[in-house]
């Protein structure tokens, strides 16, 4: 794209094109370079809007049959049977248990492995431990619903048999399965905020007789802190919208509201991912439920993201 | 502030006591003359026999032998590359830091080897100091700033007098008295490098080393802290590495000029320590020929 450019100041022998300050071509390459970047922005701010649109679409024609008041307040969540109620707090429970039980794993671990890789790991171990984090991180969330079904519930009803354990499914076990799944998250951007504290404050607490824990404590943590707080809130985010793993793990549970951890409790995403079948037919309550439900969830984490692009934002203003 | 014994502090985690070796003036085995002519007047801070330093493979500063003395300032000068932030940062440990230097030679502190086996590089660094090139505050409080080296050494006493000594040592109290709870990072430039030195003086050190702390200040506050290092040189040792030859002229007891050898195979700049001496003998009458092209700006 440069060519014109070249050609007026290349090659002293050469015959010299006559100096004009007009295009010498129309740069039709480029024309067309600029108009796809420009679809490929429309094209998915449209996207967005349809999916907001299609989700809202039918969450209006479920508030016209349910009053928001009920949705809201009622504790009963059986919209499919008979006699339906739809009190979404059972649900709204289940996804909230499964954040609380993932970031009573994720945080701990998450932070231990952030600070570890980024302020006392060697060059080395880092170079294997932080590739092997980012497989984590592509793991199919179907094969770790499977590990929390067919192990971590087993030997969680081994090493805890004093609990109420009742059937196959646990809401805990699920929470602590999804706590796994986000730890890559967590502690990489943890990491990379750690990292990008400058050295000179490091050396600046090595300088005055500070030991390495007391820098990395003191120090770099508190620096790094909006950018770690934000790892947790994309990590929360995810949480709330895993699906595969508490589809397998918790299964379906109780209508009625329960704060126990040892039961199958129902999440939001399970419930719309177990109905969102062939066999549902359009128009009925049943569907338009799943959207009320899927509107909710992109509700929450709408504001959880919206929560962590404004901390990362201030994140990166610090050290101005 | 009660002057710090300072012959009564070791390096090492360990209480022991080192009795101060003392030997005699190192000589300049090349030239059968004392490296430092002055030797002797003054007690020794610091005497570096033969000190190496390497990245790698690569041979950054060569086989330096000088004495610094006991509330000296001792200007280290020449051209950028020739190890001079590498030879200061030798003496509290700060290139521990870096996985690849490596220190050879010996390096006494008060009789005391600083690369023994039994030193701490923690207590080392709480005896001696440094202020980088770069103010580098933390982002903390203007208060949590200073006081974040007596809580890490846990010093005893009233930590609202220690701050205040400190601010007051470093000429910023009147300055910052009204906003202790602020943000560091609201400062100017040269209110955050005074900063630095009152978070270094704090810590009640021995010793403060000095990266080049005017090199990114406007003359104004560079003047102010030239003039704070005239005070502070009444309680402390300090070493300053500047590239400016007439801040050493103007700061400086004793100034040592280094120059960068290039090896043509390698490309590798290595640092040698040219000449050692009292800064009016080097600025007036140097005694190499490369020390008089560099001070009079006849460097190229
Ligand atoms: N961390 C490092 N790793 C490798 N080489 C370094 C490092 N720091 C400095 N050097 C090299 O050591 C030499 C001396 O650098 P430095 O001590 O910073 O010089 P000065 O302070 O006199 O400008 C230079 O050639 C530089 O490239
Ligand atoms: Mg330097």
Known sequence: MSHAYELVVSGVGAPRPRRTLEATSPRRGEKVVQASLAACAVLSVLVTTAIVVSLLTPTIGFFREVSIV??????TWAPAFARPSFGVWPIVVGTLMVVFFALIVAIPIGLACAVYLSEYASRRVRGVVKPVLEVLEGIPTVATGLFAFFFLTPLAKQILPFLPWQGPFSIGVAGVAVGLLIVPLVSSV???AMRSVPAGL??????LGANKLRVTTRVVFPAAISGVVAAVVLGTSRAIGETMVVLIAAGAGNPNLSFDPTKGIQTMTAYIGGRATGDIAMGTIVYDTIFAVGTLLF?????????AIRLVRRFREVYE | MPSRQTTNETLSSTDRRVAALAPGPPVNIATGQAADPGAGEREVTFRLEGVSVRYGEALAVKDVTMDIHHKDITALIGPSGCGKSTLLRCLNRMNDLIPSARVSGRLWYHGEDVYGPKVDPVQVRKLIGMVFQKPNPFPK????????GPRTTG?????????????RSAALWDEVKDRLKENAYGMSGGQQQRLCIARCIATEPDVILMDE?????????TARIEDLMHELKEQYTIVIVTHNMQQAARVSDRTAFFTAEVDEATDVRTGVLVEYDRTEKVFSNPGDERTENYVTGRFG
């Open chain 2, 213 to 221: 702390p005017c090199s990114a200040l406007d003359p104004i506050s």
């Open chain 1, 202 to 207: 490091r050396e600046g607490a090595y300088a």
């Open chain 1, 70 to 75: 009920e949705f809201l307040t009622s504790t």
């Open chain 1, 190 to 192: 943890s990491d990379d």
């Open chain 1, 299 to 307: 509700i929450m984490t709408l504001s959880m993201n919206m929560l």
């Open chain 2, 141 to 148: 409080s203007i208060y949590d700033n200073v006081a974040f």
């Open chain 2, 155 to 167: 010093m005893k006493g009233d930590m609202d007098e220690i701050v205040e000594r400190a601010l």
